[in-house]
Structures are given as structure tokens and as C-alpha cells.
């Protein structure tokens, strides 16, 4: 059974930092493409970040480069998002995606919120 685990969600204050995770089971973790992306109530989910299976490329949204950056140890099967200089903005509940064929997995998601 395929799933995703995301973790590391919290509160923050702005300009701060949290790493996210997100653990992979039931499916060959290394050879599949993870995204993250996040979601306001009310709003569309937003793709923010993309890792290669190989973790040879990525991209970043506009409006999170230079401040995120997503990794991922496929021996550990576990993507992980690494937010500094975060913004109230960035408040959102954050997921982990997987494309495998033509199935798509999410994981449940961590809430992330940035507030003094």
C-alpha cells in the first residue's frame, strides 16, 4: 500500500525556520519523482517544490526560491522541505505528493503556521 507521511508542521514565528518530512512506504521510493505542495483554505493547491528521483534537480516556486529547499535521502525513504525566512504568508497546510503510473498519492498533510 502506497503512502506518504508528512511531519515537522508547527508554529512559528516570521523569519523563522522548520524542516517538513515526508517518509515514503510501499512503493520504490527512489524512483519516483516527490513534490510538496500547500494549501490555504479556500484556495488551490500550489506545487512549490519538485525533486528528482535521483535528487539531481529541482524546482521551487517563485514564491518560495531562495528561502526553501527540497531534498530527499532515498535511503531513508523521506523527502524533506527545509523553509527558512519564513512569512505569515507561508501559512498554509503543507503535502507530499508521488505520481506512480497513473496513480497519485498524497500524504495527509502538516499544518504550517507563521505568526508572532
Known amino acids: 500500500q502506497v503512502q506518504l507521511v508528512e511531519s515537522g508542521g508547527g508554529l512559528v514565528q516570521p523569519g523563522g525556520s522548520l524542516r517538513l518530512a515526508c517518509v515514503g512506504s510501499?512503493?520504490?521510493?527512489?524512483?519516483?519523482?516527490i513534490s510538496w505542495y500547500r494549501q490555504v483554505p479556500g484556495k488551490e493547491r500550489e506545487r512549490i517544490a519538485f525533486?528528482?528521483?535521483?535528487?539531481?534537480?529541482?524546482t521551487y516556486a517563485d514564491s518560495v526560491k531562495c528561502r526553501f529547499t527540497i531534498s530527499r535521502d532515498n535511503f531513508k525513504s523521506t523527502s524533506y522541505l527545509q523553509m527558512n525566512s519564513l512569512k505569515p504568508e507561508d501559512t498554509a497546510a503543507y503535502y507530499c505528493?508521488?505520481?506512480?503510473?497513473?496513480?497519485?498519492?498524497w500524504g495527509q498533510g502538516t499544518q504550517v503556521t507563521v505568526s508572532s
Open positions: 505528493r508521488v505520481v506512480i503510473g497513473v496513480m497519485t498519492r
Open positions: 510501499g512503493f520504490r521510493f527512489r524512483r519516483y519523482d
Open positions: 525533486i528528482r528521483d535521483s535528487g539531481d534537480r529541482t
